[in-house]
């Protein structure tokens, strides 16, 4: 007995097979634009190490092109163009990576450096906060955020995130010394002698602490204190300019005239 054919399944079976072909080109499509998408970025990142920023540009703008949701291409982009100190365009940039994803951390470091650049610290400040909120256990955001606050005068908030580090690294020398700082700006000498003595037992290269050992001691007006933490420092980097001034003031507190003017003269 022959077999009577059904039209309407084999209509089925044609819509099924065509409707998967379909899903198949449209995946295939994808997939290829996905590839270009991320080859103009790999061709741009080539170019930014290189230094040739413009072309690297060139090829991150053909990247968002073909998906403007491609958020490490307007990161990069946005590096880019900070390397070439377009900071504001890099800025406008980095937001809109932001857009895309508000976690973007590479996003959010760029923009801190963007805005220190054009001395917008209380930019970078909210920038930096959002990088410690996102990355708490990372010292170095609670370092960047108490530099940031140092920076605009905010002594004692400053001090608050110096700690968030040393509550992570307590022998953090950057966090230790940027603590003293906030001390010393505050008045407060002895506390930060006593930082800037824990951050040389940390490092006794650090010759940022024995400058500031000297200024501490200044504060105090204990100038022959003072005069030896300038010559430790000197006695690690002999040519360094601010500690020769210094330690210039220093020898004139204390009425050695004629051996700060042998010092000025060779500053």
Known sequence: MTAIAN???DCSRRCMRMLCVALFLLALSAACSAYETEYFDWKGLQLYASRNYTDAIAYFDQATNQDPQYVDGWVHKADAQRAMRDYNGSLLNYSRALDIDRNKTTALSGMVEAYTALKEYANASRA????TEL???NKGN????GNLLQMQGLY???RTKYEGALALDAKYRDAVYGEGISF???GDDARALELFDQVLEIDPNYKQAYNAEGLAFEGEKNYDKALE??????EIDPKWTLTKANRVQALLALGRLNDS?????NT
């Open 7 to 9: 039209p309407s399944v």
């Open 128 to 131: 930096a906060a959002r990088l």
């Open 135 to 137: 990355g708490p256990k």
């Open 142 to 145: 609670w370092l960047r955020e």
């Open 156 to 158: 004692n908030d400053s």
């Open 184 to 186: 010393m700006a505050l």
């Open 229 to 234: 933490a300038y010559d430790k420092a000197l």
């Open 261 to 265: 003017m042998r010092a000025l003269v």
